[in-house]
């Protein structure tokens, strides 16, 4: 046995609120790697819809690594929410038309960027992820957190708006850890290692 099928959209038997990710995505600019699951209290197509202000026009993506973690009722708000920050209103004028047609002449809305999650990062439930934002490896967000800047690599960040709470493990782990980089391993290899990734010795792993 080498692990579950990754490309099976609902790996356990008699329970289907609980998906590999990637095979029920249909939003080409939402990339998800292998292994990553997306649990849900209702129905696991409920993801789509909590990425919020996706619109095609902006092009914006959503990606999402390996052995991800993604508990019910986690958003992600995309570039579509925006609006002027530096103008003297804030008020969308152009998309109500009647009149008001030209209001965005020569003037965009900001465009923070894709938001990208790394390698094996746990998020609690109801967290919010911003747009432009960057999730490291290893990072574990609470519950109930609203992510609003880059979370540092195997951190735990927590709060409104989150804020570190502390290091997973010593600097010098980390990078040893980031250099490691398990999540690309061949399956087999990642199954014969089940009992190292599982327990805290990286010095067996690493020989």
């Not at 992510?147 to 997973?168: H, L, Q, T, W």
Request: proline share 3%; charged share 25%.
């Amino acid at each position: 046995m080498i692990g579950p099928d990754k490309d099976r959209g609902l790996p356990l038997a008699h329970y289907d609120r609980l998906c590999f990710l990637k095979n029920i995505i249909q939003n080409p600019n939402i990339i998800v790697g292998d292994y990553t699951y997306y649990d849900d209290f209702e129905d696991v197509m409920n993801f789509e819809k909590n990425v919020k202000y996706h619109f095609d026009f902006i092009n914006d993506k959503l990606i999402i690594g390996k052995f991800c973690m993604i508990a019910s009722d986690v958003k992600f708000i995309m570039n579509g929410a925006n609006h002027l920050t530096d103008a003297l209103t804030t008020y969308p004028f152009a998309i109500f038309g009647n009149g008001w047609e030209n209001a965005m002449e020569n003037k965009s809305y900001p465009n923070k960027g894709d938001i990208r999650i790394g390698n094996d990062v746990w998020i609690g439930y109801n967290a919010t992820i911003m747009a432009g934002v960057t999730i490291g490896d290893g990072a574990i967000i609470a519950t109930n957190s609203t992510v609003v800047r880059d979370v540092e690599p195997y951190s735990i960040v927590g709060g409104n708006p989150a804020i570190e709470i502390k290091k997973r493990f010593s600097e010098e782990k980390i990078t040893k850890l980031l250099e490691l980089k398990w999540w690309d391993w061949d399956i087999k290899k990642i199954t014969r290692n089940i009992q190292y990734l599982t327990g805290n010795d990286l010095a067996g792993i690493m020989d």
